[in-house]
């Protein structure tokens, strides 16, 4: 490929230079949640792949070395520039939880209901990117591509003739609240035989849907903006994130990971939401929960980092959303020579955050214990740029929007919420930080969301 050109745009917020690529083929958004969100910095937007790397049309286990032969085959030269970006062009795509089944051995208990690749994405050879800090925008190119996509953004948007979005049905889960205590229940009894310290489990929540799903991503963002979020829009599947975490960040050999574990609900009263958050600071539960995970994560990052280099910088840090208060911890380290991102991911999917611990046993009773398989959920949407820059989220407070092939067939929309189980937990509790954590969410498409499942007993 010919050098890199950047050029400088008018600075905007990345969900107005989408609305200017969102119809052409599989358009994505990388969302800071900026001006709104509590911290973030680039957007990152793409259309128009030149490959796109779907896990159904290869054997999945080998989509990561199928993804390592297009990123060299179309690295580009280094542009003359001192700018300094998160992304040259390179890969934009998610991994669905379930491709950790390619990593690990595990059963095939959870019923597989949607029908969603384990991995899918692109690789784009150019990009916006908004830097919210700098408050710069740029267009990121190959010169020989670089005026058609100059000429491309110049042109005026097109009308969106999609219909306005909305809810057919209201939201239901996949287990009653005496089903979930029951799998709780069992999840105990688990960790009383020594099986596993953690699990982190989730219920599914799912309404029939009609519209336009980059208006429901355009008001979960505003009621809930978060600094990983991401909208994905791959056809007959679209990704809708808010999520709050970070998965695995990589910039010159350079790894961190943020997990988070511990939660608290918001309250719209000023003295009761700073006691919130102190409580959470304070609790015992809360933090040995995290210190299990970082745990967890320090001895996955080792198997491919510098020996010696893991460090945990950050521990139980408080960092407050629109919706809940969380624990983060923060976790480095120094990437081998001999390893690149793609050995990273493998070494440390899916995240420690959401499975529980030990990992793979976690992962075996979850499979046992959840109806359905948990596809994007837990997951993560990234970056992987032709340089070795990646980025990623862990895939919570993410909606996935299905369309019928049928056009008088409603669409489909999931989401889940989930929380780690540890000794002392109390099923109730874990249900209703499972309702606080999508309440927000859900709720900016369903008004009657939380009061509909505050009636269960």
Known sequence: MSKLLITCLPYLNGTDYFSKVQHRALPVLLDSGQPLSPSGRYDIISADPVEVINSQTLATSTSLEVLRTHLKAYQPEEADTEIELP????????????FGRELEQLPKQAQADIELPKLLGGIYTWAIICDHQEKCSYLVAPADEHPQQLLHLQQPNKINSEQTFKLQTPFYANMSKAEYRAQFARIIEYIKAGDCYQINFSQRFKAQCSGDSWQAYLAIRSATPAPFSAYLDFGQQQILSVSPERFIKLQQQQVETKPIKGTAPRSTNPELDLQLAEELQASLKNRAENLMIVDLLRNDLSRVCQSGSVKVPALFALESYANVHHLVSTIVGTLDADKDALDLLAASFPGGSITGAPKIRAMEIIDELEPQRRTIYCGSVLYLDFFQQMDSNITIRT???????????????????????????EADAEYQETLHKV?????????????HFSTEH
């Open 439 to 451: 309440g927000k969410i859900l709720s900016a498409l369903d008004p009657d969301f939380l009061q």
């Open 87 to 98: 992304f040259y062009g390179g890969f934009i795509g998610y991994i669905s939880y379930d």
């Open 399 to 425: 909606l996935l929007h299905t369309q019928s092939t049928d056009p008088k067939a409603s669409n489909q929309l999931y989401c889940w919420g989930g929380g780690g189980i540890v000794y002392d937990s």
